[in-house]
């Protein structure tokens, strides 16, 4: 109680945040979205619909329906809930010893073929000394260990969900290409800074932890204070909605994941995003290997320890389990179990790597790495190849891999022109965060950023046409660092050595506008070690020299493909035209730039190609295409320090069993 008598102060409204970050602290950048400028709820639902004349009239039914008979009616009604069983609401709380309920709930999916069950486990510690509120539930003198909750509820095809969604979820709507649009609230984008792991005896040594590290600690009791409060949270709901999937579609590597969530836009969302099991693979499902607790409505307890805002997602390695509490954007839990990847498949000397993956025709394939918004998605959805995924990938002793079953585009400025098979893949199943559409025609207006700039669609990989199923493929040919670089300086194309390739892998540069705010004009550079710092979990060099070895043993050959500004700086320049990297793309992916004339740049000693066809030569330098000489070197050497800068942490390293490469890393970057 506040010592003023006025007790403990609330926030305003349901969209105020704490801020407690403080600036310039050591953890990695956040390449978060920024949050929303809607302060209350309302105002967030206002900006999602766009006034607009009503087209339709609202008396008398209208459209297909319109011409059929009763009996009709009734039967393509029934048709379409044909694999949905009745909503059972009651809970059935089953008592026993975890095994025995394990048993229960594996018999149960026996008995209902099809059905996904709510299960939810807590520690009983609390429950048996006595809890009046829940006391009630029948307790047979068995000794108990854990409580499951078994909601007769989930059969979650797409079209319950959607339901589910519009029904309970303000801010749901179906939009004119049939897609699911919701909002995720407050938070838009993910929450680096409120990303901890539990230290423990072992993952004190295996983990990176301190400067530049994604990983902030937290002890195992403040895991479980706010595991409970995440528990007991879904607990008090009428239902949960449960999801269990696989991760990596190689098979010796599969991982089985739960996750418990409370809005149906989370479960559609996941069941888009992991790989969604058979029905024989469900009946069997087992344990699975990882857990989420999905709270994200809730927040944590701002007094708790560690906690520094209302949001805190909390990972346990030793417990397998994830707790979401205060953020309701769906990212959390695909990136939170990329974290989980990222520890488990090094571990088995797998590469996990934040990059895109497509496959040609002849099986030639190619990775795709760089930050948000470089163009992984984008790129790696190419409709003269096959994709085996957009955004998580593993590569092992077998070849490559997807983590996910699905994909998560951005959609700001989304044209059907420019990226067609994206555009095509927004229908029914997709869920659509935070896009504005017409209030009557529900038709989206990609260009809106009134919601957020970071507006998504997930769907699954199914829905690109020529995706690659079982999504795995032969050990890449080409590795592709993307760099957004709005400085302009960096060439669209250069070929890389191992060494550079290492080198820009550690570094993970991009540099994006700050954002749409007025007067902000100067682009900042971020870098992001192995372009992904905020989910790898060991230090870089480790997933570097895994890299550095496959690379070497398979042949690959590295490029840095710059998908940023040309001709000058963010403002005065402009972005490469996306037809032209594609042709620059094609060309790695042909062969013919692996034979080009090359020369040398100034200051990164990049090598870049003379010519490529479809693509005009004066724009292959950055120089050519800068009108002002100076500010271009300026800004090249202004960029090659800031890169420098950045190298520093890494130089006491050393990468691979030898000191050769690790020398030639040093030596690939910047040289002024
Ligand atoms: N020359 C270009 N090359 C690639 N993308 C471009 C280019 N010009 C504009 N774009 C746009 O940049 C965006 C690239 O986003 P994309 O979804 O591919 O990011 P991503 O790397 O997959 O990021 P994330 O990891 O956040 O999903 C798209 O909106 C695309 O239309
Ligand atoms: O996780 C997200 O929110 C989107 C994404 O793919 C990334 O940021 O790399
Ligand atoms: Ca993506
Ligand atoms: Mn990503």
Known sequence: MAANGTGVSTPR????????????????????GKTVTAQTINELHSLQKKRSAPTTPLDGVQGAFASLTEGERQRQQLQSIRYTCTCNTETHVIVGSRDECLKLFQAASYLLPC???????????KFVKGDPERTILPVPNIILSKIIKLLLLFFCVDAELYEQAIKYEKGSFITSTGALAT???????????????????????????????????????????????????LNSLDKVFVNDQFLNWD????????????????????????????????????????????????PCNRYTHYMTSSTSIDLNLARREMVILGTQYAGEMKKGLFSVMHYLMPKRQILSLHSGCNMGKDGDVALFF??????????????????????????????????????????????????????????????????????????????????????????????????????????????????????????????????????????????LVAGTEDGIKEPTATFSACF???????????????????????????????????????????????PYTRKIIDAIHSGSLLNATYEKTEVFGLEIPTEIEGVP??????ENTWTDKQAYKDTLLKLGGLFKKNFETFTNYKIGKDNKLTEEILAAGPNF
Not at 115 to 125: P, V, Y
Not at 287 to 292: A, K, L, V
């Open 532 to 578: 992904g710092a905020a989910f790898i979990m060991l230090h870089p060099t480790k997933y570097a020299a895994l890299l550095a070895e496959k690379m070497q043993k398979h042949g690959a050959t590295g490029w840095l493909v710059n998908t940023g500004w040309s001709g000058g700086t963010y403002g005065s320049g402009k972005r490469i035209k996306l």
């Open 115 to 125: 059905a996904i069950f709510g299960l939810l486990t807590r520690n009983m510690s």
């Open 617 to 622: 030569s004066e724009i292959l330098h950055p």
């Open 13 to 32: 409204s349901p969209l105020a945040r704490i801020q407690t970050q403080k600036k310039g602290n050591e953890m990695c950048h956040d390449d978060s």
């Open 183 to 233: 909002l995720s609230g407050a938070k838009t984008g993910r929450s680096p800074r409120d990303k901890r792991v539990v230290i423990d005896d072992t993952t004190q040594d295996e983990l990176w932890w301190g400067k530049g590290s994604p990983n902030i600690e937290i002890n195992e009791h403040t895991f479980m204070v706010n595991r409970e409060r995440a528990v007991d949270y």
């Open 370 to 511: 760089g930050l948000s918004g470089t163009g992984k998605t984008t790129l790696s959805t190419d409709h003269n190849r096959y994709l085996i995924g957009d955004d998580e990938h593993c590569w092992s002793d077998n070849g490559v891999s997807n983590i996910e079953g699905g994909c998560y585009a951005k959609c700001i400025d989304l044209s059907g022109e420019k990226e067609p098979d994206i555009w095509n893949a927004i229908k029914f199943g997709t869920v659509l965060e935070n896009v504005v559409f017409d209030e009557h025609k529900r038709q989206v207006d990609y260009g809106d950023k009134s919601v957020t700039e970071n507006t998504r669609a997930a769907y699954p990989i199914e829905y690109i046409p020529n995706a690659k199923i079982p999504c795995v493929g032969p050990h890449p040919k080409n590795v592709i660092l993307l760099a957004c670089d709005a400085f302009g300086v960096l060439p669209p194309v250069s070929k890389l050595s191992l060494a550079q390739t290492m080198y820009h892998f550690i570094s993970g540069y991009t540099a």
């Open 251 to 298: 098979p010796q590597n599969r991982i089985k994941v739960r996750i418990v969530s409370a809005r149906a836009y989370h479960s559609l969302f996941m069941h888009n995003m992991c790989i969604r099991p058979t029905l024989e693979e469900l009946k069997n499902f087992g344990t699975p290997d990882f857990t989420i607790y999905n709270a994200g409505q809730f």
